[in-house]
């Protein structure tokens, strides 16, 4: 229908006239089968090397029940034979011999790419056979959740993150695509510069500008993904035979041999040296953001609307994630969000793409199992809330673009920091402020100020779930939430706010 994933509406309704538009902001019930799912996948897997993106793709790093498999299967055929129709076993575990399943060598589960160029199972190939035995494998997760949650899905098969992922969008949506290791250049190349994963829609832009002989786009300029067309599209065969690292690094303004350019560089040659990182089985932030036209929200009323909107949502998904039922009935925090952060971006700062962020210490009413998730909604506006945005914008008269709330540095029984003298003992180190008392996500950049490289570390990241934080300020992580009382404690209050606790055991 001409209808694509993030088009704006208007666009939309001009490729489909009948288009129904519905409000899709509630994603409880998603999130909770995206989850379901997930952690079924992460039960087959070794290692628990899952890694989520978005609510609807998963990364499986099969390297090592594969490579078992591999070994064991060739200690007792040493080479399938090239008429091999019998059975074989895949087993999933090393200590119970009868969970796995049947497989046939010769018989690949979905398609190969090419098609006609199948995978040798009896050749010297060795890593052909890897490839087979992770295909039955990704071929026996399809089945089992068709079978148990009645959800049909796709699969891409290959030797990096990357290939996988673009592969895998071959035969949708129901089927899975193996790629021939010898061809993956010629896969690669053919596919258009904006639709790498891990190259955004502006930096896209720029290399195509570049490729096509005109001048570069303005970042500024550039609010949305262009429509792609023929005559604007550029393969990554076409763009190769134009650009070179440095010629892309002065492209992005970035200096010479910066991440950003070395990056880009590399995932235009199909270069993915990314690992599959095992994903927390509680996020380890969680944020609600909406986006507003201009003059949407300009007063103090308006936004305390919004706020209070907002709030709500976060309040109702940390309540649904994070906690599990207690025996008194009430809820449990298995884990628990010890910051508050609200970011911003303001119309007349919306040219280079950046927000404003700033944290504050939940108190511990946020916690409380009686009080209704309105009541501390309207609290945590007054005495958190709004103080924050006045910092964020010290304007007299404002127009806001984006507003973004989040429970950020999690704590608790889910978390490798949940032990309480684990806690205080990382809270003060030589240098100041541990990573346990800073905002920041584990494993993103905090200090990044280029708006592209975010966009670039932020592809393989699900948003939802482990969106990339913006720069903290200087205010950041003053006060930490204990343990023990819930009660915010300013950081040189720390060491005397431990000591109460042990004399008190």
Not at 363 to 372: A, E, L, M, Q, V
Request: net charge neutral.
């Amino acid at each position: 229908m001409g209808v694509k994933k993030l088009q704006p509406i208007a666009q939309a309704k001009r490729a489909c006239s009948n288009l129904v538009i519905v409000n899709g902001e509630d994603l409880t019930k998603f999130r909770e089968v995206s989850k379901t799912i997930w952690l079924f996948v992460r039960s087959l897997s070794w290692g628990n090397l899952t890694e989520r993106l978005g609510l609807d793709e998963i990364f499986v790093d099969v390297t090592e029940i594969v490579a078992y498999n591999l070994e064991r299967l060739q200690t007792q055929y040493p080479v399938p034979s090239p008429s091999c129709s019998g059975h074989s076993f895949f087993r999933l575990s090393r200590s119970d011999p009868s969970a796995g399943f049947e497989f046939v060598w010769s018989d690949l589960p979905g398609h190969p790419y090419p098609s006609g160029r199948p995978l040798e199972f009896n050749g010297p190939n060795v890593l052909h056979r890897r490839l087979i035995l992770a295909a039955h494998l990704a071929n026996y997760i399809r089945m089992q959740i068709l079978e148990r949650f009645n959800h049909t899905c796709s699969a891409g098969i290959s030797t990096t993150k990357l290939s996988a992922k673009l592969v895998g969008a071959a035969n949708k949506p129901n089927s899975q695509t193996t790629l021939v290791p010898e061809f993956f250049q010629e896969f690669f190349n053919a596919h258009e510069i904006g639709q790498i994963p891990g190259i955004g829609h502006r930096i896209a832009q720029k290399l195509r500008d570049v490729c096509h002989g005109r001048s570069p786009t303005p970042a500024e300029t550039i609010t949305m993904p262009r429509e792609c067309n023929n005559e604007n599209n550029v393969t990554v065969e076409a763009a190769l035979n134009i650009l070179t690292r440095g010629k892309i690094e002065t492209v992005l303004g970035v200096p010479s041999g910066t991440n950003t350019g070395r990056k880009i560089w590399n995932l235009l040659r199909g270069i993915d040296e990314s690992p599959v990182v095992a994903a927390p089985v509680y996020p380890t932030q969680i944020s609600i953001e909406d986006t507003f036209r201009p003059g949407s929200i300009t007063t103090f009323a308006q936004l305390t609307k919004v706020l209070h909107r907002l709030l709500t949502k976060l309040l109702q998904r940390m309540y649904s994630e994070l906690t599990i039922p207690s025996v008194s009935s009430q809820k449990k925090w298995i884990v628990s969000p010890r910051n508050f952060r609200m970011s911003v971006r303001l119309h007349d700062r919306v040219q280079n793409f950046s927000r404003c962020s700033r944290s504050s210490a939940f108190p511990g009413y946020t916690f409380s199992p009686t009080t209704s998730l309105e009541r501390i909604a309207e609290r945590l506006i007054d005495d958190i809330a709004l103080g924050l945005f006045r910092k964020l914008c010290t304007e007299r008269h404002w127009d806001l673009q984006l507003l973004n709330v989040a429970a950020v540095n999690m704590v608790g029984e889910g978390t490798e920091k949940g032990d309480i003298g684990y806690i205080f003992k990382n809270l003060i180190t030589e240098n100041g402020l541990n990573e346990a008392v800073s905002v920041s996500n584990s494993g993103t950049n905090a200090n990044n100020n280029n708006s592209e490289e975010r966009e670039l570390d932020g592809k393989f990241v699900d948003e939802e779930f482990y969106e990339d934080d913006e720069d903290e300020d200087e205010d950041s992580g003053q006060s930490v939430v204990c343990e023990v009382c819930r009660v915010a404690v300013p950081i040189f209050a720390v060491d005397a706010h431990r000591r109460f606790h042990l004399r008190s055991r």
